[in-house]
């Protein structure tokens, strides 16, 4: 199993706004460390939905919580062998559906996951491609940087 750290989700939260934001370090610890589960954590599709739902609830940057829950949760799963089928289109649609309570982040994955075969690569590579799917910007320079 492959795990997000706070920085990662920090880079993250950096790409999709295009600069650095304040943040509640320990709202973002919980968050993060939500996505492990007690004695045993070999569910991914149920600990990235923990993630997910944390980073929506505890809002841990000053700016763009919804676009960064996103994106971490689908490299979450995709480092561990899922791919999140989400149209460029539809990403707000769903994190509005999501934060009104009309869908759950656990059944948002359960209905769209899908096992994908071979290595993932590096997170920052799977962030940037992630966020080029979904046509999110990405500053220049962090995309680079993958």
């Keep these: 199993m492959r795990y997000l750290t706070v920085q990662d989700v920090i880079w993250i939260n950096t790409a999709v706004t295009?600069?650095?934001q304040h943040y509640h370090f320990d709202r973002l610890e919980n968050a993060v460390y939500s996505q492990y589960s007690y004695g045993d954590s070999r569910?991914?599709?149920k600990q990235a939905a923990r993630m997910f739902?944390?980073?929506l609830q505890d809002k841990p940057f000053s700016e763009g919580n919804e676009l960064t829950a996103l994106v971490a949760t689908l490299a979450f799963l995709r480092?561990?062998?899922y791919a999140l089928q989400v149209k460029p289109d539809e990403a707000h649609e769903i994190l509005e559906q999501i934060?009104?309570?009309q869908i759950s982040p656990k059944e948002f994955i359960q209905q769209r996951a899908?096992?994908?075969e071979g290595e993932a690569g590096a997170l920052r590579q799977v962030a940037a491609?992630?966020?080029a799917s979904l046509h999110l910007p990405m500053k220049a320079a962090l995309a680079e940087a993958h």
Aim: with cysteine; net charge positive; glycine share 14%.
């Design 99 to 101: 934060s009104r309570g």
């Design 114 to 116: 899908q096992p994908v």
């Design 79 to 81: 480092l561990n062998g």
């Design 43 to 45: 569910d991914a599709l």
């Design 18 to 20: 295009g600069r650095p």
């Design 53 to 55: 739902r944390h980073l």
């Design 129 to 131: 491609q992630i966020c």
